[in-house]
């Protein structure tokens, strides 16, 4: 996918948006030499018209550029920095999906990595464009008349003091309300996700009251000091913008009548003044926006810090012979001992089943297995080597699991199966045959399909083994692979399964509450409770 380039659409921003400026100035200085001609009695002549005809059309078309780019540059920037930070989450570790929930992890992407793109394309256009339009208006003014403009410096200089102040504040309070916001983020997704529970409990009043506590309690609180905030910035501002040209206006009239001012100076200095309190306060703006830039780009810092380094090196290993389990004791954070004292091995071709009571910790076993959980008394060895050298890439080429939940994309059957690789169509076909999807595949054709959309649950578990079945792995780990299947189904997807396993020569790890799976099997590990 191409991504226009930033960088150049910064440039052509602030090119344009000079050139804009230059003829501005032009036009000013334009008008103040025609109306000293015409007070000395001069005509205006059709190429003085040309002149300022030429400097209109520029303005407007330079206008046109610049507004062209401040409008594209906040676009081009919210989506290179979400394409970024996208990538780095599909590297991220399983502990880390265990740390943020999905609510938090959307409203990031919404808000905080959304503006801080779009503050960071725009942010460095406009601090160079307002601090060549602050240094060209000072020239002019200076040049213009410097009396005035020395008290007029003063005035701007003592309000620009004032917005810094209030500007700090209002960063501050910003980085608050996006907290809030999160939260209040997070509860709505627990409503909307858990609605059907609420609604079979008829607790939908209890929930309204919670997200409207966290609202009128957390929220709206910080949002009303930031209206208060924004509002004595705005009037400062607006004070400032209107009443400063008429000063000007009003002090160069002094001049002209002790001194003799001419009328098209004072007229091009009430011009000056009143452009150049604009990048005074923009500035002013900009380290609100510098403030918000910094604290947004270290939350953000601070959330994708990789969790786990990846230590795991060995890409290339034969297909695996042995599987060693020696596990002295494994627990999750802040729960007590689930595993202790397992210490079996798993040849290739032993298919082995994983027994035990619900909750005694056969899916942690799995995961365990398969990497994504982990400690220092646990060990899992492959061909002798400790899992935690090896790569990701060699585990899904080697050894793969299906949960115990089935996960179905919005995708057509075929393309949850497959995922964009190329298969065969015998390898296709063996497949759906094996996992009995020929006429699922039948009636939904292309269609797209989702676990709450068009497929039961016996039909979703059997497209999510097929999907980790046509990759062959030497060790396919099966986590209640048949609970949701009736009798016949069952019987005929285990005798299909042993067929292709033995083709392929894979072996599987299963656990399952169903004593058909016994015939798959040639050793029971047994797991015990701790408590
Ligand atoms: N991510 C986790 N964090 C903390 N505790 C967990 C986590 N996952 C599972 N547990 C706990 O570990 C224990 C074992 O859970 P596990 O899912 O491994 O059991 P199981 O034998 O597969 O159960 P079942 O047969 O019902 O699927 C349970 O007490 C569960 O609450």
């Known amino acids: 996918m191409k991504v226009l380039n930033i960088r150049r659409i910064q440039i052509f921003t602030l090119f344009f948006s000079i050139l ?226 008429l000063l000007g206006a009003g002090i160069g009239l002094i001049f002209m009548s002790l001194e003799g001012m001419e009328p098209g100076k004072i007229l091009s200095t009430y011009a000056l003044i009143s452009l150049i309190q604009e990048p005074i306060m923009q500035l002013a703006e900009t380290r609100t926006q510098k403030n918000t830039i910094n604290t947004l780009q270290e939350a953000i810092k601070q959330v994708f810090i990789q969790h786990q380094k990846d230590r795991r090196v060995v890409d290339s290993f034969g297909s695996i012979q042995k599987t060693d389990i020696q596990i002295e004791q494994f627990q999750y954070p802040d729960s007590s001992v689930i595993l202790t004292g397992l210490c079996f091995s798993i040849l290739r071709g032993q298919h082995t089943k994983i027994a035990g009571p619900s909750g005694v910790g056969k899916s942690t076993l799995m995961e365990l297995l398969m990497g994504v959980q982990g400690g220092r008394n646990t060990h899992i060895l492959f061909n002798e080597t400790e899992n935690s050298m090896f790569s990701r890439k060699w585990y899904s080429q080697h050894i793969l699991m299906v949960d115990q939940k089935p996960k179905i994309f919005k995708m057509s059957i075929l393309e949850n199966i497959t995922l964009g690789d190329t298969f065969s169509k015998i390898d296709l076909d063996e497949i759906l045959y094996t996992c009995i999807l020929q006429n699922i595949i039948d009636e939904h054709q292309d269609q797209i399909v989702d676990d709450e959309n068009g497929l039961s649950l016996g039909q979703a578990q059997r497209v999510s083994i097929a999907r980790m079945l046509i990759r062959k792995p030497d060790v396919l780990i099966l986590d209640e692979p048949v609970s949701a299947l009736d009798e016949v189904t069952t019987s005929l997807m285990i005798d299909r399964l042993k067929q292709f396993i033995e083709r392929y020569h894979i072996t599987l790890i299963i656990s399952s509450h169903n004593p058909a799976i016994n015939t798959l099997c040639l050793q029971t590990i047994d797991l015990k409770k701790n408590n």
């Open 20 to 245: 804009d400026l230059l003829c501005l100035y032009g036009f000013i200085q334009a008008i103040q030499i025609f109306m000293d001609r015409l007070i000395a009695g001069h005509r205006i002549d059709q190429k003085d018209l040309l002149i300022f005809l030429s400097l209109l059309s520029g303005m407007i078309l330079c206008g046109l550029c610049s507004q062209y780019g401040f409008n594209l540059l906040p676009v081009l920037g919210k989506k290179k920095l979400i394409i970024q930070y996208e990538t780095q989450l599909m590297k991220e570790d399983h502990s880390f999906f265990d740390q943020h929930s999905t609510a938090f992890l959307m409203s990031l992407f919404q808000n905080e990595i959304s503006l801080l793109g779009q503050q960071k394309a725009i942010f460095p256009v406009v601090f160079l464009y307002q601090s060549i339009a602050l240094t060209v208006g000072t020239a002019f003014l200076l040049i213009n008349e410097w009396r005035l403009a020395l008290v007029l410096f003063a005035i701007i200089g003592f309000c620009f003091v004032l917005t810094r102040i209030l500007s700090k504040k209002i960063a501050d309070n910003t980085q608050k309300v996006y907290k809030e916001k999160n939260n209040l983020f997070q509860v709505l997704h627990e409503d909307i996700t858990m609605h059907r529970l609420i609604r079979f409990l008829n607790k939908e009043d209890y929930f309204s009251l919670r997200f409207r506590k966290v609202l009128n309690d957390r929220l709206i609180p910080i949002e009303k000091k930031q209206a208060n905030l924004s509002t004595q910035y705005i009037t400062i501002y607006s004070v400032l913008s209107r009443a400063l040209p």
